[in-house]
């Protein structure tokens, strides 16, 4: 940061700077200098504040969330990351294509498949007391034979090709 501060011109826009801890700078700007993008945005509108890009569409990619899996608060955070950039690209004039890839669930899925084929052949829809943590449970458990169980993996896998197929099973 010092490095920083040592190579940083005189301007008109920072008035002074200052360290902040490791790595963090603190940076004074001028009155004078947010008095006048504060006029020019009054003056001409906020569209003259986004800057021009040198692209027309842009794929944003965010969450992929492990289907397989419980939800947690990491998969809000990088939304909320991926939906901040997209509104900050449309801001700047991008067309924006929006992707929530949903993981890669078919091996996740052909284990739970297979295991609950095993262990629960009615399947969960019977039970009126099992919720998102059971499932959970059940696809630690099916990881585990995954792992372990080459025969089960075997078959695993299979679930997942009926799956993709279209197999009502």
Known sequence: ATA?????PQNQTIQGTSLAGPGFINCK??????ASRINQLMKDGV????PK???NRVVV???????AKEMHVGHLRSTIIGDTICKTLDFCGADVVRLNHIGDWGTQF???IEHMAELRPSGLAQSQDEDVADLQELYRAAKRRFDEDENFRTRARVAVTRLQSGDAE
């Not at 920083?4 to 940083?8: F, M, T, V």
Request: contains cysteine.
């Open 4 to 8: 920083i501060l040592n190579a940083l």
């Open 110 to 112: 052909g284990m739970l």
């Open 29 to 34: 700007i001028t009155t004078e200098y947010l």
């Open 61 to 67: 990619d965010f969450s992929s969330p492990d289907v």
């Open 53 to 55: 890009l040198c692209y």
């Open 47 to 50: 569209s003259t504040l986004a």
